[in-house]
């Protein structure tokens, strides 16, 4: 069967098809739909992790609104101005006639967060191994509208995978084998 990653929409290698096989054949015969709502997921994050909430002029917020409305309001994002800096001031505009619920925040390097970010370091030598480069701390971040269910983390793929599996998955994700299920079944059982 062909496979597609989730993010870029390219066949994904033998390899990871053949993973993604394996977890199909093990898991979907007894696998449950539970389709949690984004607000929730963030919710009980925010019991998990400390969160320093980003100021709503934040060009994160607008950067969020822009891919939100790029996305799920095309007809809307037609209007934009072409102006990189214009178009911004537009879409966060637009944002609040389209009612969009955004949340951008970044998790602190303590408790729980600080787990992840000594994930991040350990990744990040792995990759540089032996090139003499010096670990930097990249902010790990949730930027989100919890209407539309958008959701872009940075920093952090193990982050990416705990939203994946708090979210879980459709009927129709589980009915079309969608990649929404492949990163699900990804994140849950591929360790």
Known sequence: MDYFDMLTD????????DVVDQLLEQHLPTLQPCDVPLETVLEQLETRYTFTRLPDTSIHYARTALSVIEAHYPEDASYLHDDWDR??????????VLHLTL??????DTGAGHVLY???KAQYEQRTAG????????????CAETRTGY???TGSDRLKDEITCLRGVTQ??????TPALIAYLRAKYDT
């Open 10 to 17: 390219q066949r994904i290698d033998s390899r990871t098809a």
């Open 87 to 96: 178009r911004l001031e537009g879409a966060m505009e637009l944002a609040q």
């Open 103 to 108: 949340f951008c925040g970044e998790i602190q």
């Open 118 to 120: 000594e994930r991040q």
């Open 131 to 142: 090139l003499g480069q010096c670990w930097k701390p990249m902010p790990i971040r949730i």
């Open 151 to 153: 959701c872009l983390i």
């Open 172 to 177: 129709e994700d589980i009915a079309l084998r």
